[in-house]
């Protein structure tokens, strides 16, 4: 029998992302990333899988059709705020404002229930859970255990199961729920993001089957800006077109083959909740210091 893992889709433009807007120089070219959505709506279905896309509203305003194709092809709609500004450079207000907007838009574009939430760069804001909870959001997944990485993210955090959102924040409402994404047992650093392109799928596969064996579901996260031939633009990082494209693709199709049911954030919180109402099972797992 396969177990669980999730594909966590953080559906941005490359314009949208913090590299290219520090970046020094400009590129011509608009929606750039839209075609790794296709791929992506095009590979699962051919694996009979199915995604979470935490989609920024203002992308969905630009190019509805291609956020309305996500939903169609049965893949969940979650928030990745508005604007895909970090929300820790912003006010309470405007955080909230990120927050409650970007599920306005995107449940007007879809015509779906939007109850999941992803920060930029897992860049938690002021207030941030007190504010998904006033908008309506059921779960969050801004939280990756990993170890400090200087300049990322990363040292916060020993979560590595669904559970209450007080487990990140004492303060955090009753009855909202984080789905941490997963990290590497003994390395501590996430499985994907930039860190497949690093070391590759057998990196992330081999945690995959760490994680599976401690009943714990995979949670993984890609962008579709990733998956396409980027422009070059002055002023971006090498490291953020290493292995983009084609070698991408490839890497995505390789984890797709694994005995591994994709399924949706959504769903996995559900479950969880419904065997564990109380959350004991999603406290800090600290077998996970030693693969």
């Not at 920060?119 to 779960?139: C, K, V």
């Not at 497949?196 to 992330?204: L, N, W």
């Amino acid at each position: 029998m396969s177990h669980r893992a999730v594909l966590s889709i953080d559906v941005e433009l490359f314009s949208q992302t913090p590299a290219y807007r520090s970046a020094s120089g400009e590129m011509a070219a608009t929606g750039v990333g839209l075609a790794g959505g296709e791929f992506f709506r095009e590979t699962l279905r051919e694996h009979d899988a199915t995604a979470t896309c935490f989609v920024v509203s203002g992308m969905a305003e630009q190019f509805p059709d291609a956020v309305t194709a996500l939903a169609d092809a049965g893949f969940e709609i979650g928030s990745h705020t508005h604007t895909h500004r970090h929300l820790s450079e912003l006010s309470p207000a405007d955080c909230r404002e990120e927050i409650a907007r970007s599920k306005e838009v995107l449940e007007r574009v879809t015509g779906e229930p939007v109850t999941g939430f992803r920060a930029p760069s897992f860049d938690i804001g002021p207030n941030q859970f007190a504010a998904l909870s006033e908008a309506g959001y059921r779960y969050d997944s801004s939280v990756v255990p990993s170890r400090a990485i200087p300049g990322w993210y990363g040292g916060e955090f020993d979560l590595h199961r669904p559970a209450p959102a007080t487990a990140v924040d004492p303060d955090a409402p009753e009855g909202l729920a984080e789905l941490p994404v997963s990290v590497m047992p003994g390395l501590r650093l996430p499985l994907t993001g930039t860190w497949i392109r690093f070391f590759g799928p057998r990196y992330t596969i081999l945690g995959m089957k760490l994680l599976a064996r401690r009943g714990i579901t995979p949670v993984l996260y890609v962008h579709p800006w990733e998956l396409v031939d980027l422009p070059a633009v002055e002023g971006v990082p090498s490291r953020v077109y290493y292995h983009t494209g084609e070698w991408m693709r490839r890497a995505i199709e390789r984890i797709l083959d694994q005995d591994f049911a994709f399924t949706t954030a959504r769903s996995v919180v559900a479950d969880s909740i419904a065997t564990d109402p109380a959350g004991a099972a999603g406290t800090t797992d600290t077998e996970l210091g030693e693969p």
